[in-house]
C-alpha cells in the first residue's frame, strides 16, 4: 500500500437533483429506472453527460467511468469521429425497413475483423442476437437443446436467464448435477427445460453431458472469457478442446462476443484464443455505445436464412447503429486504439499490484487488461461458482469508496472494469490509482474496527448484468 494517510477526507457527492429525480421517476418507471441492473434503490445514480473517459452526474459530480456502460464505449463517451459521421448519415433518414450501404458496410467490416465469419445479420441489441443465433442452432442441427454455461449473461430472452448470477450458490444446485435455475418469474418451464447448465472451465463434464445427451443439443453458447464473474478466463486449452468435442459430437459453437468483440483483439475473442466457432454475437464495443448488435457465422449454418429461419426487425440494421458501427469498426481496424487500451489496462493493473502486494491481501486479477476484473482470493477462480469464495465484501466496499472519491467501477464484485481508449488522456490512470489506494486503506480501516458493510446494506448493492 502507498504511504498516503488513508483518513484523506472524502468530500460528500452532492445527491440533491439525484433525490428528487429519483423521487420523481418512481412514479413511472419501475424501480426509478429502465433496467433491473440500473435500479440500485436510493444510490440509483442519473447521469447528465459523459466526455471521454469521465462521467456526470447530475448533480454535477464528476467520476472517471470505469464501467462504461457495461462495456460498451470502447473509444470514449462522445467520441466525436463516430459521432459526427453518425450525424451526417442520419440526415438522410433513419428508418426504412429498407436496407442502407450502411448496413453492408457495418457487416463487411464484421467479415474482414473476425477473418471467419462468412455471413451476417444486425441486430439492435446483444439479447436479439444470441436468441436468433439459438434458434439458427436450432434449426441448422434439428435438435432443440442448448447448452450455456452457469454465471454466463446472454441477455434477457427466456432461454437467456437460466442460471445466470445467484447470491446464493447453492441455489445453482448440484456441482455434478446442476439444475436449471430461472431468474425470475414468467420464464415458462418449458423454455427452460431446453437449456442445460453447464460448468465453465470444466471439459469433463461437457464431455459426460455429451456422451449423455449429445443427441439432442443443438449448440453450446459461451462467453469466452466469463464476463459475469470479473471475466474469469478460460483454462489454457479449454475452448481448443470444446471445440474438438463440439465436432466430435455435431454440436455448433455459438461464441457470445458481446463483451469480448473487437476488444480483446480486432477479431474478438476468437482470434485472441485462436478458435473458429460456428456462430458469434456481437454488439457493445461495435458500436461505441449506439445500439449495434449482430450476429454471425460459417456459411453452411447462416444460411438457414433468409428461407429456414425467422429474422428481423424494425430497426434491425438502423441507420444510427449501421453508421456507428461502420465508423467505430474503422477506427478500430486503422488505429492503434485497441493497443492503446490494452497498454492502458496492463498498466493499471501494474500500479494496482504495487498497492496491493505490500498488504499481504490474497488477490487475483482475471480478465484480461482491457476487461479485468480484482477478485481477493488465494486461489484462481475458474467457474461463477468461484466467486462465492472470494472476499467480494471487500471488493465492494472498495468499490463504494472509490465511487464516494471520484471514479465508478461497477459497485458489484462480479462485473469487470472497461477500459476505453479515452482512458489515455491526461493522468486518469493515477488518478484511478490514488483513488483505489484511498479506499482501499479505507476498507481495511472499516474492516479493523468491523464497520465493513455488507452488501445489501444500502449502499450501492444491486444484481450484476449486462
Ligand atoms: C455476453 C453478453 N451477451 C449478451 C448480452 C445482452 O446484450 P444487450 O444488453 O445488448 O441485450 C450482454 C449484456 O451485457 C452480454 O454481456
Known amino acids: 500500500m502507498a504511504t498516503e494517510p488513508a483518513a484523506r477526507s472524502v468530500p460528500a457527492l452532492r445527491r440533491e437533483r439525484q433525490t428528487a429525480l429519483y423521487r420523481r421517476a418512481l412514479e413511472t418507471l419501475p424501480g426509478g429506472t429502465d433496467s433491473n441492473f440500473r435500479a440500485w434503490g436510493d444510490d440509483t445514480i442519473y447521469v447528465d453527460r459523459g466526455k471521454g473517459g469521465r462521467v456526470w452526474d447530475i448533480d454535477g459530480n464528476e467520476f472517471i467511468d470505469l464501467r462504461m456502460g457495461y462495456g460498451p464505449v470502447i473509444l470514449g463517451h462522445g467520441d466525436e469521429r463516430v459521432d459526427d459521421y453518425v450525424n451526417e448519415r442520419m440526415r438522410r433518414g433513419v428508418s426504412f425497413s429498407l436496407t442502407t450501404e450502411d448496413e453492408v458496410r457495418a457487416m463487411e467490416l464484421v467479415r474482414e475483423l473476425t477473418g471467419w465469419v462468412d455471413k451476417a445479420r444486425m441486430t439492435v441489441s446483444g439479447t436479439e442476437a444470441t436468441m436468433h443465433a439459438m434458434r439458427i442452432a436450432r434449426a441448422y442441427t434439428g435438435r432443440e437443446k442448448i447448452v450455456k454455461f452457469e454465471g454466463q449473461y446472454h441477455g434477457v430472452h427466456d432461454y437467456a436467464l437460466i442460471s445466470v448470477s445467484p447470491n446464493d450458490i447453492s441455489e445453482l444446485g ?74 466430435e459430437f455435431g454440436i455448433l459453437l455459438i461464441f457470445d462476443e458481446v463483451k469480448t468483440g473487437f476488444r480483446l483483439a480486432r477479431g474478438g475473442a476468437a482470434e485472441f484464443f485462436g478458435i473458429k466457432p460456428d456462430l458469434a454475437t456481437w454488439a457493445k464495443a461495435m458500436g461505441n455505445g449506439y445500439p449495434a448488435a449482430a450476429f454471425g457465422g460459417r456459411e453452411a449454418v447462416m444460411s438457414m436464412l433468409p428461407d429456414k429461419v425467422s429474422h428481423g426487425g424494425t430497426y434491425a440494421g438502423n441507420r444510427i447503429a449501421a453508421a456507428a458501427a461502420v465508423k467505430t469498426l474503422e477506427i478500430l481496424r486503422d488505429t492503434d486504439a485497441l493497443e492503446t ?23 487475483v486479477f482475471t480478465g484480461h487488461p482491457s476487461m479485468f476484473g480484482i477478485m481477493f482470493t488465494d486461489t484462481e477462480p475458474s467457474e461463477y461458482r468461484d466467486w462465492a469464495n472470494t472476499d467480494h465484501e471487500l471488493y465492494d466496499a472498495i468499490a463504494v469508496g472509490m465511487h464516494a472519491r471520484g471514479a465508478m467501477p461497477e459497485p458489484d464484485s462480479r462485473e469487470p472494469w472497461f477500459i476505453c481508449e479515452a482512458h489515455a488522456e491526461g493522468d486518469i490512470v493515477d488518478q484511478v490509482l490514488t483513488i483505489f489506494n484511498d479506499s482501499l486503506d479505507a476498507a481495511l480501516e472499516a474492516r479493523a474496527h468491523g464497520r465493513l458493510a455488507p452488501m445489501g446494506s444500502g449502499a450501492m448493492s444491486h444484481p450484476t448484468a449486462g
Open 341 to 363: 487500451i490494452h497498454a492502458i489496462g496492463r498498466r493499471m493493473q501494474d500500479g494496482l499490484r504495487e498497492i496491493l502486494n505490500p498488504t499481504g491481501l490474497p488477490y
Open 174 to 247: 448440484d456441482a455434478d448435477n446442476p439444475v436449471r435455475l430461472a431468474w425470475g418469474r414468467g420464464i415458462p418451464g418449458a423454455v427452460a427445460d431446453t437449456i442445460i447448465p453447464a460448468r465453465y472451465n470444466n471439459i469433463d463434464f461437457l464431455r459426460r453431458l455429451f456422451e449423455r445427451e449429445g443427441d439432442q443439443i443443438a449448440a453450446i453458447i459461451v462467453e469466452p472469457v466469463l464476463g459475469n464473474a470479473q471475466a474469469i478466463m478460460p483454462k489454457p486449452g479449454f475452448h481448443q478442446a470444446m471445440r474438438a468435442l463440439t465436432e
